[in-house]
């Protein structure tokens, strides 16, 4: 079935949404020594598409990925994957953030040792409900509202504005207007400058992030026997018997804990030496 006039409006406001944005992640990626991974043509992967896979095998499309060694070339180490959305609408809004979620935490579970940011770049109408699941999600949102869409297409004679009265007839004018529109590159500065104090606090948070290093590596060598206890009691009787004396008991497992200087920490368990050098060796 075709997409409708109103979804294909949409679609370029939305696509409007990652090109007002990408000369400043751009400009970031350069000034953090950071490859920027975008849709286009690399001579590193096949397609245009940027796609990850995650420990699962599954393959996930994203807007923006900062990369830490990478180049046209190469695929570097992954630092930061940041996604964009447009909703006209708040009855979806909660779907979006979860098709955001759904595409960005897997590959981060796949690359936890390096990935510091996960990012929502949205326009449009969403709900708090949908803010506050990605927030507590730990993800970092930049918000452009539908009022500043409407201000900066208002300042090039268009119109952006649309309800569910507003007929199809309507959208196709707006796509043939834009197809014809010459000042795009305009309409972006101002679409950005409307928006600069979010922008400043979303690279605040990216450029702390990127930014963070290891202050302290705790590899913790675990040796013993398992005790099962089917209650509080049980396991409190086995303490107090318990001896801790040095005993020579066989290696149950490798804990290992990587603190950062912003708060951040990451911790992982192996059972095989091989496996544990393997993940240290992935932060390199």
């Not at 001896?243 to 095989?272: C, H, M, Q, W």
Request: proline residues 2%.
């Amino acid at each position: 079935m075709a997409k409708s006039l109103s979804h294909k409006f949409g679609q370029i406001v939305g696509d409007l949404l990652e090109l007002a944005l990408l000369p400043q992640l751009e400009n970031f990626a350069k000034q953090n020594k950071l490859f920027l991974d975008k849709y286009g043509i690399r001579k590193a992967r096949s397609g245009k598409k940027v796609t990850w896979t995650d420990v699962s095998g599954n393959k996930h499309d994203l807007d923006f990925v900062l990369e830490r060694g990478g180049s046209n070339e190469k695929i570097g180490t992954p630092v930061a994957f940041i996604e964009s959305a447009w909703r006209r609408g708040t009855r979806h809004s909660k779907n979006k953030v979860q098709e955001i979620q759904a595409a960005i935490n897997p590959i981060v579970l796949k690359n936890k040792a390096t990935v510091c940011f996960k990012g929502a770049i949205l326009g449009g109408d969403f709900t708090k409900p949908s803010f506050k699941q990605l927030e507590s999600d730990n993800f970092s949102i930049l918000y452009f509202s539908t009022d500043i869409f409407v201000k900066t297409f208002k300042k090039f004679d268009l119109d952006i504005f649309s309800d569910d009265a507003t007929e199809e007839s309507e959208f196709a004018r707006r796509i043939e207007s834009w197809a014809s529109f010459d000042k795009k590159d305009k309409l972006c500065k101002e679409l950005v400058k409307l928006n600069k104090e979010k922008i400043n606090e979303f690279f605040a948070s990216l450029t702390e992030a990127v930014s963070r290093y290891i202050e302290q590596v705790i590899v913790l060598p675990l040796h013993g026997e398992e005790t099962i206890s089917k209650s509080i009691n049980e396991a409190i009787d086995f303490l107090k018997k318990y001896s801790d004396e040095k005993t020579k008991l066989p290696l149950l497992k490798y804990e290992i804990i990587v603190k950062y200087n912003n708060g951040d920490r990451i911790e992982a368990s192996f059972k095989d030496k091989k496996d544990t050098i393997k993940f240290l060796e992935s932060y390199l």
